[in-house]
């Protein structure tokens, strides 16, 4: 049987393939119920977070975004030490919990298993905005650049994104959230509330789909699922990809998290995406 591998598209100079792993259900932060973060964090021990990770290299995924804090850096530097990181590109994020920005970069730097690109948190990034904190962002985006990796910023709002493109910011590229969950009453950060005032509105993703088609610098398109609202079954999962795939730009790349305790997300994930490009294939 031929293997189900993820295409590869160009991204900032590197083969990335077109849909990336995300790391939020290893955090427990499932974006629906404390339940279900709970039974999320139940389930990601150590080795069920590297065996995500080995399933999505077998895969043909070749990257993944995960936060820049103890506990995923702990887990990492076992991965790394193991060699089970073959050719694994790392979008580091940023965590909003540390007191000090530049001793988080610091740390995410001096990380065993290398990052390749480094993105401003997007709840942070929003709310400093929110409270007229352009410069302190900026601020932040040149401690990252500093470092010489990639920079990328992430948002959930499409006008900072539009405003960071058309005020030429200095980041290369940009995550950009469906669903605009600190436009919508927001006003904490998961790592503090959980998902607590997260307001699901379908008229948000066409909106940041026209911003990601705008602007120039290549984007990756996040919460794709609704947080898990729109992938209940295999029919829903296709349809809400297929929308992202048809309205971002044709090397920006999907960011999913996933769920591996009742079934092979990952896999049926790249499935569905090698589907929907040969149905959209002349």
């Given amino acids: 049987m031929k293997k189900t591998v993820a295409p590869k598209v160009e991204f900032l100079g590197h083969k990335i393939s077109r849909i990336i792993l995300g790391s939020n259900p290893f955090s427990g932060f499932s974006h629906q119920t404390k339940k279900l973060d709970e039974e999320m964090l139940d389930f990601y ?20 975004c995960a936060r820049g804090d103890r506990h995923i850096l702990r887990i990492m530097r076992e991965y790394y030490n193991e060699n089970r990181a ?4 790392w979008f580091a994020q940023t965590a909003p919990e540390f007191a000090s920005f530049q001793s988080n970069v610091s740390l995410i730097v ?3 298993l290398k990052p390749s690109f480094i993105y401003h948190h997007g709840g942070q990034l929003d709310i400093l905005l929110m409270e007229g904190k352009k410069q302190l962002v900026k601020d ?7 470092t010489g990796y990639f920079t990328g910023m992430a948002s959930h709002q499409p006008q900072f ?5 058309e005020e030429n910011w200095d980041v290369d590229f940009y995550l950009a959230c469906f669903f605009n969950l600190t436009g919508r009453g927001k006003k904490e950060l998961t790592a503090i509330k959980g998902s607590h005032g997260e307001i699901f509105d379908m008229s948000d993703p066409p909106k940041m789909c026209e911003i990601i088609r705008k602007v120039k610098k290549p984007c ?13 079954n295999r029919t829903q999962t296709k349809s809400a990809m297929s929308f992202a795939l048809q309205n971002i730009k044709k090397n920006d790349l999907i960011l999913v998290g996933v769920f591996q305790k009742r079934t092979n997300q990952i896999k049926q994930d790249v499935e569905i995406l090698n589907e929907i490009i040969a149905e959209n294939t002349d």
């Fill in 161 to 165: 994104i539009e405003m960071a493109e």
């Fill in 220 to 232: 990756i398109a996040y919460k794709i699922f609704g947080g898990g609202r729109l992938c209940k």
């Fill in 110 to 112: 001096s990380s065993k």
């Fill in 140 to 146: 932040h985006l040149k401690m990252i650049r500093d």
């Fill in 86 to 89: 073959k050719e694994f590109f």
């Fill in 45 to 64: 021990t150590a080795e069920e977070i590297k065996k995500a990770w080995d399933e999505a290299q077998n895969c043909g995924i070749n990257a993944f």
